[in-house]
């Protein structure tokens, strides 16, 4: 029986209008009703969904809807071919579209299953390890966590040309006849107008870095997971799959190899079999109950947080490099870069800090320091705090609107906020009498900053600074006007014990209204936690050995007092996240 697609549009995050192909099997006297459950599939580089018609025909899933897009700049979906300003944006429409299937044909995604094929399956992955969504399970076909370039030194060329030529695009040298052996289905990928060529170098080159953090912290992904994987496959390097699978934080993981198969599993000529151990997985996914791990008490991360608290063994090579480097970044860093200078006085974590971090002007001692200073901001994690509070922002400003469909005023309070810099952004932009906020801190120099701010920009009236333990139930409930949102950004992230975390979400669930929000911020990964724990201080004086907690962690403690996380954002290097839930 042939099932016919039918065509759609849904608007992802940035406004932009994606295309999508939907099949509702007709079961019993449902006559092609959407389904409960969904199957939501993930194609390749320069692909589109019109191709998996064949593959959902195979499936033949009963009552269980299927879903597929066109990814920005491939098939009927607008935009450049090829083309993404950065890899993660492709990992936030997928976000979009299961928000979009969840909320138009209400199919909880704790009812899908995932599928993805090469570069659609590292999407998929990447999407399981920053979002941690509570889905049935994931398969991944053929995925690209390692492109086979064939040229040396292939990706730091491509840097370079991306540098010179920051809108570059490469061609793929992959001829149909290397991806599959069905003749038939190597013509017709041949004369598919809707398949091209082009790749944005960005694409390329954020992929591979996307990539490689995904395998390394693969631990944190707790889904049912089934990879299945080419045998001779002249597209991806299988070694990068195998450490995956083996990195997979998952109890129920399994990886599949096909010999002699091509690139293209699901059009091969024996593609029978991948096709019904696609079908068996998911037909298991949807018997067995979800499996749930509990991360309130043992968190992530803490093998790692462990290691990095003990001091480096005698004989390590590491030692003399991390003194030297320590030697250097506060010996010459932090006498002619102005940013590295504050981070040894005050701490590299402290208020201080971060205000300097976010002004992102860069300051020395002679054009040398300036420089060193200029590194030093556009280090990653600084990179990504600013990204942090572009989103904070961005988080704050709908929560208000939202806020405001069944509010005539709205109260936002900040129960860790320094000079509380992203609220006064966010307030002076509305220019809205009905909106207030309340800043707090224990630092009252955070505080005294904050008010100068607010005053010269006119806001004083409406913003009040006052000093707050964030930790403290009785100093959350102690405020004059009732919140509708309450924020908790870059706090959590400096503390490694859940229950005083627990204590102060609490405490917040207590003070906000029914349907009240909460904004809230994670690190889940970060790419220099050794150089860091090694190298710098942080407002103790101390090392400063960071724990990051994976986005599942998080979202446990969130939900545990009783929140429902709603929505989040994260940076392009996957480093921190901002997230909202309701009461």
């Not at 019109?50 to 009552?63: K, N, P, S, T």
């Not at 060193?372 to 990653?380: C, F, G, N, Q, T």
């Not at 917040?508 to 936690?529: A, E, F, S, V």
Request: net charge positive; glycine share 6%.
């Amino acid at each position: 029986m042939i099932l016919k697609a039918k065509e759609h549009n849904f608007t992802t995050f940035d406004n932009s209008e994606l295309f999508y192909r939907a099949w509702h099997p007709s079961v019993g006297n449902k006559n092609g009703k959407v389904q409960k459950k969904a199957l939501v599939l993930f194609h390749g580089g320069h692909e589109h969904s019109g191709r998996f018609q064949d593959l959902v025909e195979r499936l033949a899933l009963e009552e269980i809807s299927v879903f597929a897009w066109d990814a920005r700049g491939h098939g009927r979906s607008p935009g450049v071919r090829g083309y993404a300003k950065h890899y993660m944006d492709v990992v936030r429409d997928v976000d979009a579209f299961i928000h979009h299937i969840t909320d138009t044909y209400k199919i909880p995604r704790e009812e899908m299953v995932i599928m993805g094929h090469s570069v659609g399956s590292v999407t998929v992955a990447t999407w399981l390890h920053d979002y941690a969504p509570k889905i049935r399970g994931a398969v991944l076909g053929s995925p690209a966590f390692d492109v086979k370039l064939y040229v040396p030194l292939a990706y730091p060329a491509l840097r370079v040309w991306q540098k010179v030529k920051a809108d570059s695009f490469v061609s793929s040298y992959v001829k149909p006849e290397m991806l599959t052996h069905d003749k038939e289905e190597a013509e017709a990928r041949s004369n598919d107008e809707l398949i091209s060529p082009n790749i944005a170098v960005r694409v390329l080159t954020s992929l591979y870095d996307t990539a490689k953090r995904v395998i390394a912290d693969a631990h944190t992904i707790k889904v049912p997971v089934l990879v299945l994987s080419a045998g001779k496959d002249w597209v991806v390097k299988r070694g990068a799959q195998e450490k995956f699978i083996e990195n997979l934080g998952s109890t129920t993981k399994e990886m599949v190899v096909y010999p002699g198969f091509f690139h293209e599993i699901y059009h091969e000529t024996e593609r029978a079999r991948p096709i019904a151990r696609v079908k068996l997985f998911i037909e298991e996914c949807f018997a067995r109950e979800s499996e749930a791990v509990s991360l309130l008490e043992q968190g992530e991360n803490n093998a790692i947080y462990q290691t990095l608290q003990k001091p480096i063994p005698a004989k390590s090579w590491k030692k003399p490099y991390y003194a030297m480097t320590a030697f250097s970044l506060k010996n010459i860093g932090g006498k002619l870069s102005e940013g590295m200078k504050i981070g040894w006085k005050y701490g590299f974590d402290s208020g201080s800090m971060l205000n300097y971090v976010y002004k992102n002007k860069a300051h020395g001692v002679t054009p040398i320091g300036t420089l060193i200073d200029r590194v030093y901001l556009d280090s990653p994690g600084w990179a990504g705090i600013r990204q942090r509070g572009e989103n904070l922002q961005q988080a704050l400003y709908e929560s208000i609107v939202e806020q405001q469909k069944t509010r005539k005023k709205v109260h936002v309070m900040d129960v860790a906020a320094g000079p509380g810099r992203y609220v006064l952004n966010v307030l002076k932009h509305m220019k809205d009498d009905s909106v207030t906020a309340t800043c707090r801190d224990r630092d009252e120099a955070g505080l005294e900053e904050g008010r100068k701010l607010a005053e010269t920009a006119g806001f004083d009236n409406v913003i009040t600074y006052k000093s707050g333990d964030a930790f403290d139930p009785k100093s959350i409930k102690d405020t004059a006007k009732q919140p509708q949102i309450i924020i908790v950004s870059g706090l959590y992230e400096l503390f490694t014990d859940n229950k005083m975390i627990l204590k102060s979400l609490q405490g917040i669930y207590d003070r906000l209204p029914k349907n009240g929000r909460l904004i809230y911020t994670n690190q889940p990964w970060h790419p220099q936690l050794e150089l860091i724990a090694r190298t710098l201080v942080n407002r103790d004086q101390e090392p400063w050995v960071m724990r990051p907690r994976s986005q599942a962690e998080m979202n446990q403690l969130v939900e545990s007092v009783g929140f429902k996380p709603q929505k989040m954002w994260i940076d392009d290097a996957g480093i921190f996240t901002v997230s909202v839930a309701s009461k």
